[in-house]
């Protein structure tokens, strides 16, 4: 299999989670009434036969009867696929180069960003709109007395924080680029990270924010 052929199922793959999220839906609220059933029965000996008669011109027994074959046989699958898929995701994290984040509130990204700076030992921050005239970051330049370049600005690592103050006091703290001399750090929105870097960067960064990611 080429490594295209690989993305394809991976795609693939994808898809069927999400169907498989909204079948997982479905059995829960199947679980739930079902539950809600037995304990009619359970307390009520009519209600029970009541059901009991119901239920013999319906196929909800062997419908369900279907189904835990089929839960058990893929819960099967997946305890195996379990064990192999983590070792696969070993493997990718030893190479990976490029990471998502994503975070509960703009405080947590905020944290993330600036201790990323700080993991990094970065001396400077170049900050820019991830799409040109996104952001206007010329009046904040001026503002604090900046070092513009043709994109963005440039800002020291020890006023790094009180800038994002000012972006957060512009309502300019989204989707834009920071970029040190070894990391690109995008912020999607106000609440997606995404660090490109190297694979030992990529692993410091990623055990730094575990606490705080999604």
């Known amino acids: 299999m080429t490594l295209a052929q690989l993305q394809g199922e991976l795609l693939k793959a994808k898809e069927g989670m999400g ?23 359970i307390a009520n000996s009519q209600t029970r036969d009541q059901i009991l008669n119901e239920m013999k011109n319906k196929e909800i027994i062997d419908l369900f009867s279907s189904i835990e074959t089929d839960f058990e046989e893929l819960r099967t699958k997946m305890a195996k696929q379990s064990i192999e898929k983590e070792k696969i995701v070993d493997f990718f994290e030893s190479v990976r180069t490029k990471k998502s984040f994503g ?12 201790k990323t700076a700080e993991a990094l030992e970065a001396s400077h921050v170049a900050v820019r709109p991830e799409f040109i005239g996104m952001v206007d970051l ?9 070092m513009k370049n043709n994109t963005g600005v440039i800002v020291e690592v020890e006023r790094f924080s009180e800038f994002i103050v000012a972006l957060l006091s512009k309502k300019c703290f989204h989707d834009l680029v920071f970029e040190t001399d070894k990391a690109k750090i995008s912020l999607h929105g106000s609440k997606e990270v995404v660090i490109e870097s190297d694979n030992v960067n990529i692993r410091i960064i990623t055990r730094m924010a575990k606490p705080e990611i999604l």
């Not at 498989?20 to 809600?36: D, P, R, T």
């Not at 975070?103 to 600036?114: A, L, S, V, W, Y």
């Open 138 to 146: 010329g009046p904040l330049a001026i503002e604090m007395g900046l």
């Open 19 to 41: 169907k498989a999220k909204i079948a997982n839906a479905s059995f829960e609220k199947v679980l739930q009434e079902m539950s809600i059933l037995k304990s009619r029965s």
């Open 103 to 114: 975070f509960i509130d703009m405080e947590g990204t905020i944290n993330f960003i600036e």
